[in-house]
């Protein structure tokens, strides 16, 4: 049977507590919640901290609801809950698109929506919807607390721009007149992607007056690509910029070969993932898609 290595266990109280005990065990230290990818990672002895700090009592990091003109969403949200929000599916359709494909009922949920960005893994599904989306991570530390924009936050395959003593306290979404889709291709029902594209359009007058284009599993720095971005913005609402859309995101992202697939699929999967998640978001924004 595999076992982790030894380490401490704490049990936070508080957001200020999680900060002291962060502080005390140090760098070496990690956060728990849902833990379904850090514990599998200490069985293997891949993941080794001397500390770990659940966080499972902070009700404070739970609730999802409007503030202002974002969405606000608690990074002890459960994906569950997530996927159920009434306020979510009326606003963000990507993320109960994206919610509804991540890993099995049971995992849901346990599993946190700030444990699966902290996670930072490439093939994260709420990462690339969070990335087209522009949400801004809230962070704290003993100092004090700082926003972090989400396409800054993934730094490199599991590294993210927290510091050692920050905790995530919450997602932020602005709430504007847009629409969304979320599609991926997986090799089972609830596995890991083996290549997924978010759409967010901004559409007036026939035109994209703005758009978000997130890539999950494919090697797109910091889930998002830009330049499929820029070539859209501003241009018709059409299926033959979408498709061109799709063709410059499959250029311009990374995808390693792996057990899911190929270079070339992967590539292939990401521009015809971003070009059918651009053709669904533009559909619902016309009112032909729920």
């Not at 919640?33 to 850090?38: R, T």
């Not at 659940?54 to 002890?76: K, V, W």
């Not at 890539?215 to 061109?244: H, K, M, T």
């Not at 899911?260 to 619902?284: I, M, N």
């Amino acid at each position: 049977m595999q076992v982790p290595a030894p380490f401490q266990y704490e049990k936070a109280t508080s957001v200020e507590h999680a900060l002291t005990l962060l502080a005390r065990y140090g760098p070496e230290s990690r956060v728990v919640a849902g833990g379904h990818s850090l514990l599998p990672m200490m069985k293997l002895r891949l993941a080794h901290p001397e500390a770990l700090i659940d966080i499972n009592d902070l009700t404070e990091l739970s609730s999802i609801g409007l503030d202002g003109s974002d969405l606000s969403i608690g990074a002890m949200v459960r994906h569950a809950d997530l996927l159920a929000s009434a306020v979510v599916g009326e606003h963000f359709p990507i993320l109960r698109d994206a919610e509804k494909m991540i890993a099995d009922p049971v995992v849901r949920n346990r599993g946190t929506v700030g444990g699966s960005l902290c996670q930072a893994d490439p093939s994260e599904d709420l990462s690339a919807a969070f990335a087209a989306l522009r949400a801004r991570l809230v962070v704290q530390g003993l100092d004090g607390r700082r926003e972090i924009d989400v396409r800054d936050f993934f730094v490199g395959p599991y590294q993210t721009a927290l510091d050692d003593g920050e905790l995530l306290l919450e997602i932020r979404v602005p709430v504007r007149p847009q629409a969304s889709a979320y599609e991926k291709v997986e090799r089972r029902a609830g596995d890991w992607a083996v290549a997924a594209a978010a759409a967010v359009l901004e559409i007036y007058d026939d035109r994209v007056m703005d758009v978000g284009i997130g890539l999950a599993a494919v090697g797109a720095a910091g889930f998002v690509a830009r330049e499929a971005e820029d070539n859209l913005r501003g241009a018709p609402v059409s299926d033959e910029r979408f498709v061109e859309a799709g063709r410059i995101a499959a250029e311009n992202c990374n995808p390693s070969a792996d057990q899911r697939g190929p270079v070339d699929y992967k590539r292939h999967l990401a521009g015809e993932l971003t070009t059918r998640a651009l053709r669904r978001a533009a559909a619902r924004a016309l009112g032909q898609e729920a």
